[in-house]
């Protein structure tokens, strides 16, 4: 995201901004540290390393999508977390954080509505476009109804727009209707019509590093911890399972304990298999891929989306990467793979961080006059996670799993080591 934000600040402030990155030479580092420090630059722009900016009047902290994992620093030291060194910078500066997200960190949450943290401001529904901007680049969708609103008192020319519906697929009917094909029927029709009627696609599949899990293809029941209630992960080494919360370890059944079917499989396609397809699907479609191996520099991403955002490519397949908060006016259409790949990760957050990713994917559809529409696709459609995502509900989401969290003690009600 930081191309695009950088972007966009250029326009409205332009040469006195400052870009800090992991991937700058010593040389440009160097200088952007210089210009900070003598005050030539006052906004600074990056990840997280952004905060140790040499700045000696702060004002204003800003952290984006706050709730994303990325704000975490493990490797290498020092370990730490950006929001709470943000926090505490603002502390010492006497200055204002502000914590965006659609989809905030549920500790952050917490913080806000039940403790005095943090101060809850809510946007509660989405901007489109100032009235004059509609009108110029307004067009027809034929299935599609849309009810453009103005925003509120006073902003009687901003319009405001709802979210895209969410067509939640079970992929255990498509089965058993006899198709095998990674694309259920819904989704291949819409990929067609949408390219068909020259709109943009996402599709994402959200395979992170080799994390496989196990489930029956039949009921749709994933080999949980007894203790911890987090999935199994299957290790090639010794072919067992194992938690990764309290390293319980058990055999692979050879029937699901559930409906006793013997359909249980291991679970692990990724980004490049979902391009394949889409290729058997539409040979002429223009398809771009990105992930961590399409990706080599900080250049590369930006190549990807500038290609994407100039439409010269008609479909975009990628990781967790193409559901942050891109702005892509053509794209009317999100599909949602595998909705448990993300569900099954070993970690007591899945659930959250599978509502997160959801609800964060389905934003990217629908964000022009033409509107939106997303598949989801899962063998588990009865999920919290999922169901929540599918509403839009994110305050029905953060209520259920309070009360998970709370049973288990899990944070925010303690701390993990």
Not at 216 to 222: A, P, V
Not at 327 to 334: A, E, G, H, Q
């Given at each position: 995201?930081?191309?695009?934000t950088?972007?966009?600040f250029?326009?409205r402030?332009?040469?006195s901004i400052?870009?800090?990155h992991?991937r700058?030479s010593?040389?440009e580092?160097?200088?952007?540290?210089l210009k900070?420090?003598s005050?030539?630059?006052?906004l600074?722009i990056?990840?997280?390393s952004?905060?140790?900016?040499?700045?000696?009047?702060?004002?204003?902290?800003v952290?984006?999508?706050?709730h994303?994992?990325s704000?975490k620093?493990?490797?290498?030291?020092?370990?730490y977390?950006?929001?709470?060194?943000a926090l505490?910078l603002?502390?010492?500066?006497?200055a204002?954080?502000?914590?965006?997200?659609?989809?905030p960190?549920?500790v952050?949450?917490?913080?806000?509505?039940?403790?005095?943290?943090?101060?809850l401001?809510e946007?509660?529904?989405?901007i489109?476009?100032?009235?004059?901007?509609l009108e110029?680049?307004?067009t027809?969708?034929?299935?599609?109804?849309?009810?453009?609103k103005?925003f509120?008192?006073?902003?009687d020319?901003?319009?405001?727009i709802d979210?895209?519906?969410?067509?939640v697929v079970?992929m255990?009917h498509e089965l058993?209707?006899?198709?095998?094909?990674?694309?259920s029927?819904?989704?291949?029709?819409?990929i067609?019509?949408?390219?068909a009627?020259?709109?943009q696609?996402?599709l994402?599949?959200?395979r992170?590093?080799a994390?496989?899990?196990?489930?029956?293809?039949d009921?749709?029941?994933?080999l949980r911890?007894?203790?911890?209630?987090?999935?199994?992960?299957?290790h090639?080494?010794?072919?067992?399972?194992?938690?990764?919360?309290?390293n319980?370890?058990q055999?692979v059944p050879k029937?699901c304990?559930i409906?006793?079917?013997?359909?249980i499989k291991?679970?692990?396609?990724?980004?490049q298999?979902v391009?394949?397809a889409?290729?058997?699907?539409?040979?002429?479609?223009?398809?771009?891929?990105?992930d961590?191996d399409?990706t080599?520099?900080?250049?590369?991403?930006?190549?990807?989306?500038?290609q994407?955002?100039?439409?010269?490519?008609?479909?975009l397949i990628?990781?967790?990467?193409v559901?942050?908060g891109?702005?892509?006016p053509?794209?009317?259409?999100?599909?949602?793979?595998?909705?448990?790949?993300?569900?099954?990760?070993?970690?007591?957050?899945?659930?959250?961080?599978?509502?997160?990713?959801l609800?964060q994917?389905?934003?990217?559809?629908?964000?022009?006059?033409?509107?939106?529409?997303?598949?989801l696709?899962?063998?588990?459609?009865?999920?919290?996670?999922i169901?929540f995502?599918?509403r839009h509900d994110y305050?029905?989401?953060?209520?259920?799993?309070?009360a998970?969290?709370q049973?288990?003690n899990?944070?925010?009600f303690?701390?993990?080591?």
């Amino acid at each position: 995201m930081t191309a695009q934000t950088i972007r966009r600040f250029q326009a409205r402030f332009g040469s006195s901004i400052g870009v800090i990155h992991s991937r700058l030479s010593d040389g440009e580092r160097y200088d952007t540290w210089l210009k900070i420090r003598s005050g030539q630059i006052r906004l600074v722009i990056g990840p997280r390393s952004a905060l140790f900016a040499p700045m000696d009047d702060v004002g204003l902290i800003v952290l984006d999508e706050e709730h994303d994992g990325s704000y975490k620093q493990s490797t290498p030291a020092p370990s730490y977390h950006a929001r709470d060194v943000a926090l505490q910078l603002a502390r010492q500066h006497n200055a204002l954080v502000l914590l965006g997200s659609a989809t905030p960190d549920l500790v952050s949450y917490h913080g806000a509505r039940e403790t005095d943290q943090l101060t809850l401001l809510e946007l509660p529904r989405r901007i489109l476009a100032h009235r004059r901007h509609l009108e110029q680049q307004r067009t027809t969708h034929q299935e599609i109804q849309i009810e453009y609103k103005p925003f509120g008192p006073g902003l009687d020319q901003v319009y405001s727009i709802d979210l895209p519906p969410v067509h939640v697929v079970d992929m255990r009917h498509e089965l058993r209707a006899g198709n095998r094909s990674m694309f259920s029927r819904l989704l291949q029709q819409e990929i067609l019509r949408t390219l068909a009627q020259h709109e943009q696609v996402i599709l994402l599949m959200n395979r992170r590093g080799a994390s496989t899990f196990v489930m029956c293809r039949d009921c749709g029941t994933t080999l949980r911890c007894p203790q911890c209630e987090i999935p199994l992960t299957y290790h090639l080494a010794g072919q067992g399972l194992t938690c990764h919360h309290c390293n319980h370890q058990q055999a692979v059944p050879k029937l699901c304990p559930i409906c006793q079917s013997a359909r249980i499989k291991y679970f692990g396609v990724g980004t490049q298999r979902v391009q394949e397809a889409v290729h058997e699907l539409a040979p002429t479609a223009r398809v771009l891929r990105w992930d961590r191996d399409t990706t080599t520099d900080y250049r590369t991403h930006d190549l990807i989306l500038d290609q994407f955002t100039r439409h010269k490519a008609d479909v975009l397949i990628g990781t967790q990467m193409v559901a942050k908060g891109l702005d892509l006016p053509l794209v009317t259409l999100v599909g949602v793979v595998s909705a448990d790949t993300a569900l099954n990760l070993p970690d007591f957050r899945a659930a959250e961080r599978t509502f997160q990713l959801l609800a964060q994917v389905a934003g990217r559809a629908g964000r022009g006059p033409s509107g939106g529409r997303v598949v989801l696709q899962t063998y588990t459609p009865e999920h919290n996670a999922i169901q929540f995502a599918a509403r839009h509900d994110y305050a029905g989401f953060y209520a259920q799993e309070r009360a998970f969290r709370q049973q288990m003690n899990y944070p925010p009600f303690a701390r993990l080591l």
